[in-house]
């Protein structure tokens, strides 16, 4: 009897150490069932990845097929309004300031993407965009007071020859690290941005290669080639 | 028997598994709830989002708060989510051909100024509202009939008058001018020279290219004093008017050619996510169906009953409510006194404007012959019965009514129009359709949604109906997902 | 407190080479198609893809155009009069067998009063074409007269399919457009062009069921402009770069930094490797489109050929499309038009529809004529117009020179897939299994005898009938079960009496 009250009371102080835990969990499970918006909290989950290493039969992960994108975003592509937006956002130019891109807009709306599926997505909507983003590059690039307001505070801003601005890897990264921030916005991922590196990287070699690297042409050409690159691709394409 | 010792074990080791359960369902990394808020910012608005606005996204995800993480990112001030977003959402709604690409219209403005300004959103069905510019972006400008109709301003209070700042006022003082004969009011944004009507879209077209923020420079006035200036003599009735369906975009829609009949066709494809066939009841009264629907088609009355009676039944009865609405190359027409007078031969013959009704209306005598815009609701019983039909807060009978007005609200308050609007923005959010459970948990959705979402309060989205409350529901369906 | 978080089985899978899986668990699910299979599947070739971290080049990237012109196969076009046309009105709509006459006892139903319809001495012979006879009354075929250039009859040849539509337009499974990709109909630019967004066919009409390959995308032509645009060509890229190289180097980085972006499309979005494999290759493919071809080569209002085809509808939309098939730029094309309604419930409008829609069509083949290009044009409609009786008495309004043609209140649900064909190397004769058979299925005074095929009450399966005498008239019959949607089989195989029409070149 005085054997069994020690182990009751060995336990109650075993319990009441882990109280606080206990309180916490079931807190943090109630919050997990009342407030909408958690992770975890969609529809139901039949398989919660409880061990099944992809082989074959393993019994309890059985899963209905209509359920299998349960809780998954679909991938998708900006639609023309999504695109036009974006291009004004990270240029800074509205559609309508320039008749050369309003006019190349009213044009050619048509072939850049409707629908928002990614499925629906064809060569010729991707090419659309693109040649849009060209557009707005020419300007940003060509035009010296777009230029001066875009690229103000950058290594580029006064137009230095390549010999000065791009004569070497860290200048370089540092013409597409601006523009991978200021077209893709601050949400890129490490990963992705190392990637996106090394793609240039190729590009603005191949760019400059032949060229004469003490004119600020040269510059223009590389800053236009980075930007319809980078610009009109599904970085910015994609969401 | 278990022992005490093992027992205290096994409680231990079960609170610990609770515990670190419970904390690996909010274990997301940084870098993944920054990439989850950059992917809903995008979905939502179209455009990448600033550093501040990502941060706070990002906070809000890790914090387990998607679905506030999608409020900061329609609330914030590049607009997105309502120049791009709703307005690619509800464009292909529409117009007939569910063309995407179309210009602003007083349809997509409409739905926009009413989900900004917190308004419930079923009454786009039925409100005596429509969206224009501001008066600050407007001049109101008239033909003058005593100057060969030219383009004129008026003079007002003795000035001459390029803006003004109190509509109402203007209007009452002008009434009567409004009502000459060939003087219509004309709507244009600042600026710009020419001859801009409403009746023809072009001062939306203006306001979308040249005023950036403009889902905050509208302003709601009612249809029935914006129609009443197209159409000089003829004052549209308010009992006429229902929401975006009775906008001019829809009503180009709606009351082009035919008998208005499409209308209800529109409405379920719309705002019900049904198509017409979904809807066919054979077994619904005939008595609303009208003259022109032979009842012998080809000569086998069996056709009629086995095909036509399925969907004419239940639409005509319904179509009745606009049958004071035509729209013919451009221009909006509205006729209380359209089914007056004895038909004619040329009322037979379709072309006589809202009288278009009464084409074709000798095949069978023996049918229906509106006289006015009373409707009648021959869905409330039978398979369309599962389409929720409730009485509205006013008391307006489900069975039956007079007007666009009143079918709009009835429309409105059922439970299809809910869970059709649950079903879009899920498709929008997530980009596919839902799967069963989805939509199972949609509907359950859709029930708060007419109820209003007690939390966002703080966010004053807490009202009934209120769209923006409804994308922060549905966004962790898919944005909250684990791995 | 952040906690790391366990490797899913999705990231591993991502990573291992899988082969003979037979059952696939939630992160495996892979859809084959756009649609969601059920069951389970297996597709280890697409995981080992995406695991390697691939530019796309490793892809087999299908129906992205650029294939061979395939000269020797037959334009195919598609022309959608949306509304209700009464096509099966235009012909004779003959009953089991044309040996037997026009078996009808009367044309009512078909809009047509008893004293006006035909009789076997009433056909004007040079109002037909190989294989159908048109009504004396038939305003289409009173356009096409009009208005096709001497001699091109000759080498043409028509059939008919009859069908029951009782579905909306966009409904209709009358579409083949997907199919001719997988017989190498890809075109040199792009496999599919229409002038609608409504359905993946590019059209109005839905595909054929099963067709649909989520490869293929439809390409909007709706204008001059976005037919000169289907190539994507780029001037002011190449100019301000200086050189065609450079440009493509730019196109190239665009497609690298886009085809990551794809594939951080992992974990948290839909497992759908298909159309991430698919976003890939368009990519891919974009990189190598501008470079085939300019705008001005692909569409050139001016060109002489073009203007003395289609006058003044030059810029039209029809014209377009038909430019771009004819030339071979686009493998297949949809033209889509609408306004085919006669719910006025007039006869003459209904006529004056059919004075448009000949018009166009000979204008198309005229075009082809000119390109030396063999054509199978398809011309459907969901239901015509049913016609007004009244006491028993058909109501009728004169249309015009003595014709008096029936009121129609409303849809039917009579169609037809009018089929033309034209090839310069043919003679009218040399197209038809049988001179006196050129129907599938047949008509009766109350409309399409439902059971007179497997078509007559299956729009899909009459789409499919078209498709198989597409293939008899290339010789590639027996490609019919190899093609998507047929599971191996061919849906009219011991029946071709019935159901070929038309033969090989001899």
């Known amino acids: ?239 | ?483 | 407190m952040i906690i790391k978080k366990k490797l899913t089985e999705r990231d591993k899978l991502e990573y291992l080479t899988h082969g003979g899986r037979t059952k696939l668990n939630r992160r495996d699910f892979l859809t084959r198609s756009t649609a969601a299979a059920v069951g389970y599947v297996m597709a280890p070739s697409i995981f080992s893809l995406i695991a390697k971290r691939a530019y796309g080049e490793d892809l087999n990237c299908p129906n992205q155009g650029g294939g061979n012109a395939n000269n020797n196969m037959m334009a195919h076009l598609e022309y959608a009069a949306g509304g209700g046309f009464p096509l099966c009105r235009e012909f004779v709509c003959v009953g089991p067998s044309r040996e037997n006459g026009d078996f009808l006892k009367s044309y009512e139903k078909y809009a047509i009063p008893d004293d006006q319809g035909p009789t076997k001495n009433g056909f004007d012979p040079n109002s037909t074409i190989a294989g159908l006879d048109f009504h004396n009354g038939s305003q289409l075929m009173k356009a096409f007269d009009l208005h096709i250039n001497p001699g091109v009859k000759e080498h043409m040849a028509t059939m008919a399919i009859a069908v029951q539509c009782s579905s909306d337009t966009t409904q209709n499974q009358l579409s083949i457009t997907h199919s001719f990709a997988q017989l190498g109909l890809t075109g040199s630019v792009v496999p599919l062009i229409g002038n609608s967004t409504l359905n993946p066919g590019g059209g109005r009409h839905a595909l054929a069921r099963g067709t649909q390959d989520p490869s293929i995308k439809s390409t909007l032509v709706k204008d001059p402009d976005t037919a000169r645009s289907i190539g994507g060509y780029n001037q002011a890229l190449v100019d301000r770069l200086g050189t065609p190289d450079r440009a493509q180097a730019v196109l190239e980085a665009m497609k690298n930094l886009s085809v990551d972006k794809i594939n951080t499309l992992k974990n948290k979005f839909t497992v759908d490797d298909q159309a991430k494999v698919l976003a890939k290759c368009g990519y891919m493919n974009a990189k190598e489109l501008p470079f085939r071809y300019k705008p001005d080569e692909l569409y050139n209002a001016a060109d002489p050929d073009l203007v003395a085809a289609f006058g003044d509808d030059v810029g039209a939309v029809h014209a377009c499309i038909a430019e771009l098939v004819a030339n071979r730029y686009a493998g297949v094309g949809v033209i889509a038009e609408n306004f085919y309604d006669t719910h006025d419930g007039t006869a003459l409008t209904s006529n004056d529809q059919g004075l448009f829609l000949g018009k166009k069509l000979a204008q198309i083949v005229n075009y082809f004529d000119s390109k030396n290009q063999p054509l199978h044009l398809n011309c459907t409609t969901d239901g015509t117009m049913g016609v007004l009786f009244k006491d028993g008495v058909i109501q009728v309004e004169d249309v015009g020179d003595g014709v008096l043609r029936a009121k129609h209140p409303g849809d039917n649900s009579l169609c037809a897939i009018l089929t033309l064909v034209y090839d310069p190397n043919r003679s009218a004769s040399d197209f038809l299994v049988k001179q006196n058979q050129a129907q599938v299925g047949y008509f009766d005074e109350n409309g399409v005898v439902l059971d007179s095929s497997i078509a007559a009450n299956n729009p899909s399966n009459a789409a499919l009938a078209s498709l198989y005498n597409y293939l008899a008239l290339n010789n590639m019959t027996d490609k019919m079960s190899t093609l998507q949607g047929m599971n191996g089989k061919n849906p009219f195989e011991r029946k071709e009496e019935d159901y070929l029409i038309f033969k090989p070149k001899a």
């Open chain 2, 1 to 483: 028997m278990v022992g005490l010792r093992s027992m205290s074990r096994i409680i231990v080791s079960s609170l610990l598994a609770l515990f670190c359960l419970s904390l690996s369902v909010f274990a997301i990394s940084h870098d993944e709830a920054m990439d989850l808020a950059n992917h809903l910012y995008q979905r939502l608005t179209g455009i990448p989002p600033s550093q501040v606005i990502l941060d706070q996204m990002t906070n809000d995800i890790m914090a387990g708060h998607v679905d506030k993480a999608a409020l900061v990112a329609i609330d914030s001030s590049d607009l997105g989510f309502y120049k791009n977003t709703l307005v690619g959402m509800f464009t292909p709604l529409s117009n007939e051909d569910h063309d995407p690409q179309r210009p602003l219209s007083d349809f997509t403005a409409t739905v926009v100024g009413l989900i900004i300004n917190n308004k419930p959103f079923n009454q786009a069905l039925y409100a005596n509202v429509i969206y224009t510019p501001t008066d600050d972006l407007q001049t109101y400008f008239f033909k003058d009939p005593n100057n060969n109709n030219q383009i004129t301003s008026i003079h007002y209070n003795g000035n001459p008058l390029t803006r003004i700042s109190n509509t109402t006022g203007f209007l009452d003082e002008f009434g009567n001018r409004l009502d000459v004969p060939k003087v219509r009011a004309v709507l244009r944004t600042n600026g710009l020279s020419g001859d801009r009507r409403y009746e023809d879209n072009i001062t939306y077209l203006d306001l979308q290219n040249n005023v950036p923020d403009w889902p905050r420079e509208m302003v709601a006035r009612s249809q029935t004093e914006v129609f009443s200036q197209l159409r000089s003599g003829r004052q549209v009735q308010a009992e006429d008017v229902a929401g975006l369906i009775t906008s001019r975009e829809m009503a180009n829609a709606n009351f082009s050619a035919g008998t208005n009949r499409v209308t209800i066709k529109n409405i379920a494809s719309d705002f019900f996510c049904k198509d017409l066939t979904q809807l066919q009841d054979a077994t619904a009264a005939d008595d609303f169906v009208r003259r022109d629907v032979d009842r012998s088609p080809n000569g086998d009355s069996r056709v009629y009953q086995n095909t036509c009676r399925s969907c004419h039944a239940g639409m005509d009865g319904l179509a009745n409510a606009f049958s004071y609405f035509d729209f013919q190359t451009n221009h909006f027409a509205y006729d209380p006194h359209a089914l007056d007078a004895t038909i004619t031969d040329r009322d037979l013959q379709g072309v006589n404007g809202p009288r278009k009704i009464f084409r074709a209306f000798d095949n069978y005598p023996a049918g229906y012959r509106p006289v006015d815009n009373t409707w009648s609701n021959r869905w409330t019983t039978g398979p369309n019965a599962s389409l929720g039909w409730r009485t509205p807060p006013s008391g307006q009978s489900v069975n039956h009514g007079k007007g666009a007005a009143q079918l709009g609200e009835v429309l409105a308050y059922t439970k299809a129009f809910s869970d059709c609007m649950a079903t879009r923005v899920f498709k929008r959010t997530c980009l596919r359709d839902p799967t069963p459970n989805e939509a199972t948990q949609l509907i359950s959705i859709a029930r708060q949604f007419e109820q209003g979402f007690s939390a966002y309060a703080s966010y004053d989205a807490s009202g009934k109906y209120n769209m923006r409350a409804l994308f922060a529901q549905v966004a962790p369906m898919c944005f909250g997902g684990e791995n």
């Open chain 1, 1 to 239: 009897m005085k054997a069994r009250i020690s182990q009751s009371i060995l336990v109650l102080k075993n319990l009441t150490a882990f109280l606080p835990l206990m309180l916490l969990s079931i807190f943090l499970v109630s919050c997990q069932a009342n407030v909408s918006g958690v992770l975890g909290s969609h529809s139901s989950d039949q398989n919660s990845n409880n061990g099944d290493n992809g082989d074959n039969n393993s019994g309890g992960d059985t899963q209905d097929p209509n359920e299998a994108n349960a809780g998954l975003i679909g991938p998708g592509a900006k639609d023309y309004r999504g695109l036009e937006a974006t291009l004004t956002a990270v240029t800074g130019i509205p559609r309508t300031k320039y008749s050369a891109i309003k006019d190349y807009i009213d044009q050619n709306e048509s072939s850049l993407p409707m629908s928002k599926y990614l499925s629906a997505l064809s060569s010729t909507q991707i090419l659309a965009t693109f040649n849009l983003a060209t557009k707005y590059c020419e300007f940003i690039v060509d035009r010296s007071d777009e230029r001066e307001r875009f690229f103000k505070g950058s290594s580029f801003e006064n137009l230095p020859p390549p010999n000065q601005s791009l004569s070497n890897d860290t200048q370089k990264l540092k013409l597409i690290d601006f523009y991978l921030g200021q077209f893709w916005g601050p949400g890129v991922l490490a990963t992705q941005k190392q990637q996106a590196e090394t793609d240039m990287m190729a590009l603005l070699n191949q760019t400059l290669e032949g060229q004469d690297l003490n004119s600020s042409n040269t510059t223009k050409t590389v800053l236009y080639a980075a930007c319809s690159g980078i610009l009109g691709s599904g970085g910015t394409a994609l969401d």
